[in-house]
């Protein structure tokens, strides 16, 4: 007889972990699984080159998981503002904390740490299993889902979540047709120690060779997300270290100051996902494997733990009497999350598309439109609070 559980959730990284952990209060029984084994912080000294952008409504979920009040508070850096630059020197939209009215606009958290935290969290869990490093096989019944680990042990689930990223094996079993495109670019990353302060900014410039954002790391550090054209990104990914800092130090108009490399660069292609369903009956799909952006807006992770939170919510308030694998419950998840995703999904694809334009009107539209942006305040706020969600 296979092992039974409320939910099974495949995928423990930063979304499947966190949802395992929002379920904690709801009554609901969980299983775990993750193909890779537990992760491990970042060894004394080094420094995760894969860094997110954690919203201030993310942040009070993990908060509510339990994990964010644990992570070290040296590793995990408040975005008091964040300054966006035009291909035209004079185009430049700021958003800043205190115009705002809030005490930061963001963090910035390396992806190790916070998924550290998070399965410590899990760890002193009474109502998860954790199966890790597990592979499985997947076949939903009318009346559950059933999983094979690959050792053999048989799981059985009344509601299957896949948390399994952009590839998500979960959505290929269950048949969930998706869409969309490659960009035909990569997100080049790496680390940098930088000469001046950068005082809590995030700065993101729009260039004609891709998108290149500097984050603000504990002390003066910085972590760089260049969206580029995959050929520029294979020259940036064969540099030495000195002439990579060089070349990003030129490319953000030395507003740090000199930088030299702590990190080496590492890169991971950009595309664009739409799935044609989020759910189905008895399963669920969470994260980037319900949807894939442009990381121009530094807010895919964070679309993922809206999926978590929504999700979270709506089968804690099921009612004792509802399948928690019930299509028609699962559908209130679907239509919650849908105007987000699409919107989200809109709006980076639309800045990319017109930002990688060589049209002198486009070019000219698109700076003037930073600009009129921030003379708006009431514009500035709205996006600014939607951002922080």
């Known amino acids: ?87 035209d020197p004079a185009a430049r939209l700021e958003f800043s904390a205190y115009d705002a009215g809030v005490s930061e606009l963001a963090f910035i958290v390396e992806n190790r740490v916070l998924a550290h935290a998070l399965w410590q969290r899990l760890s002193r869990s009474t109502h998860v299993a954790l199966f890790a490093p597990a592979a499985c096989a997947l076949a939903i019944r ?36 998706v869409v969309g495109h490659d960009y035909a670019q990569m997100g080049v990353v790496a680390n940098f120690a930088c000469a001046r302060p950068h005082r809590g900014v995030a ?33 940036l990914l064969a540099l030495g270290a000195g002439e990579l800092a060089g070349r990003v130090s030129e490319a953000s108009r030395a507003s740090l100051g000199e930088l030299s490399t702590i990190t080496a660069p590492a890169a991971f292609p950009l595309r664009l996902q739409r799935v044609a369903q989020l759910v ?16 121009l807006a530094g807010q895919g992770v964070n679309l993922g733990f809206r999926d978590v939170r929504e999700l979270a919510r709506v089968l804690a308030t099921r009612g004792a009497q509802t399948d928690c694998g019930d299509y028609r419950l699962l559908r ?48 500035k706020q709205w996006l600014a609070e939607h951002a922080m969600a």
């Open 203 to 235: 700065f993101q410039w729009f260039r004609r060779d891709g998108v290149l954002a500097l984050l603000p790391l504990p002390g003066e550090r910085v972590s760089m997300v260049w969206s580029t054209g995959e050929a520029h990104a294979s020259k």
């Open 280 to 295: 189905k009956p008895r399963l669920a799909l969470a994260g980037d494997a319900a949807h894939n952006v442009h990381p």
């Open 1 to 87: 007889m296979p092992d039974r559980f409320d939910i099974a959730i495949v995928g423990a990284g930063l979304v499947g972990a966190s949802l395992a952990a929002a379920l904690e209060d709801s009554g609901l029984s969980v299983a775990l699984i993750e193909p890779q084994s537990p992760p491990r912080p970042p060894a004394d000294g080094s420094w995760d080159s894969r860094v997110y952008t954690v919203s201030p409504g993310a942040a009070a979920l993990l908060e509510a998981c339990g994990a964010w009040q644990t992570l070290p508070r040296e590793r995990v850096t408040a975005v008091e503002a964040m300054r966006i630059y035009g291909d």
């Open 142 to 177: 009318q009346d559950a889902a059933l999983l094979t680990l690959a050792d053999g042990t048989a799981l059985a689930a009344k509601l299957v979540v896949g948390a399994d990223g952009a590839d998500s094996w979960v959505r290929t079993q269950a048949a969930i047709a």
């Open 332 to 379: 209130r998840y679907e239509r919650a999350r849908k105007e987000d995703i699409a919107a989200m999904r809109f709006t980076t694809d639309m800045l990319q598309k017109l930002f990688a334009s060589n049209v002198v009107c486009v070019a000219m539209a698109r700076n003037l439109g930073l600009t009129l942006v921030d003379r708006r305040p009431q514009i």
